[in-house]
């Protein structure tokens, strides 16, 4: 899992490397295609990332004119976070450049296969999700 891991920050830093987005920030970008205008806090939660390195990620992408931030309307306390035309301009580019890492991986996987690997993540995930972790390390 790690050589796979470090080897999709390899490939997305570079088929990114021409719209000026890390690895680090496309996940916030694919968020945001799907819910434009989330809050910070919603990005750091859905994404496991903590708030701090949300907040480097998303001053990256407003520097680099893909986001913008504004005080929530109802409480000032939270920032929401919206695309601009720059990154709707782009969107499909970027998520066919990141989905080239899926083609790449997948190519010589059987479709039967793929099922029972996707199907086996899925779980994983579900897991994982689903269990509180510092609890379980406790009883280590």
């Known amino acids: 899992m790690s050589i796979l ?17 890390s690895s680090a920030e496309y996940s916030f ?50 920032n929401r976070v919206y695309l601009t035309n720059k990154a709707i ?4 580019k970027i998520r066919e450049a990141v989905w080239g890492w899926n083609k790449l991986l997948t190519k010589d996987i059987d479709p039967q296969d793929l099922d029972l690997i996707v199907s086996s993540l899925e779980k994983m995930v579900s897991t994982v999700e689903n269990t509180d972790i510092k609890k379980e390390l406790e009883g280590l």
Do not use: C, P, W
């Open 89 to 92: 301009a782009y969107k499909d």
């Open 29 to 78: 970008l694919m968020y945001l295609y799907r819910n434009n205008g989330a809050t910070q806090d919603e990005l750091s939660s859905y994404l496991y990332i903590d708030k701090a390195a949300t907040a480097r990620a998303i001053k990256s992408l407003e520097e680099k004119g893909y986001v913008i931030k504004s005080k929530d309307n109802l409480d000032k306390r939270y």
């Open 5 to 21: 891991h470090r080897q999709s920050q390899i490939y997305i830093n570079y088929s990114l490397k021409k719209f000026n987005i």
